[in-house]
């Protein structure tokens, strides 16, 4: 078992607001204030068969700016990430197979963005959702 937890209190000490749009009370850029993860794994023994690995993880990541002007448009909300992983290994370990998942729940946020100043104009992007993974790896 694996477990993070952060706590960022990121801020401005001081700004010269004459020389940018920045205010001293903006949060900073895909700056967030909690993050965490917990992740789980289990080995098995399959006897002449080989090993079959269980993980699963889950992440945690607070609400975000994606600019440094702090654009509401711009703002991802906070979300969470599961994950999960089987992985069988042969007997002699020189053969394995993995099946992943990620973002189990299909969890959609914006994953980065951009604030064109020029002609007002937001570009963001979004995370690709539930992606499964197939994987086989043989070491000679």
Do not use: H, M
């Not at 993050?35 to 269980?54: A, D, I, M, R, Y």
């Not at 002007?69 to 979300?79: G, H, K, Q, R, S």
């Not at 963001?124 to 000679?140: C, K, S, T």
Request: glycine share 8%.
């Amino acid at each position: 078992v694996e477990a993070t937890f952060a706590w960022l209190d990121a801020q401005y000490d001081e700004i010269d607001t004459g020389l940018t749009l920045i205010g001293e009370d903006f949060e900073f850029e895909r700056v967030p204030e909690y993050s965490g993860s917990v992740g789980v794994s289990k080995e098995f023994s399959l006897n002449s068969l080989g090993t079959l690995v269980l993980r699963g993880d889950a992440s945690y990541r607070d609400d975000t700016f994606n600019d440094a002007f702090n654009t509401p448009a711009l703002e991802t909300d906070a979300y969470t990430l599961v994950d999960a992983r089987v992985r069988w290994i042969s007997a002699g370990e020189a053969f394995s197979v993995t099946l992943s998942g990620i973002n189990l729940t299909d969890e959609e946020y914006l994953a980065t963005g951009v604030y064109g100043t020029a002609f007002q104009v937001f570009e963001g992007v979004y995370d690709r959702g539930r992606q499964w993974l197939l994987e086989a790896q043989w070491e000679f």
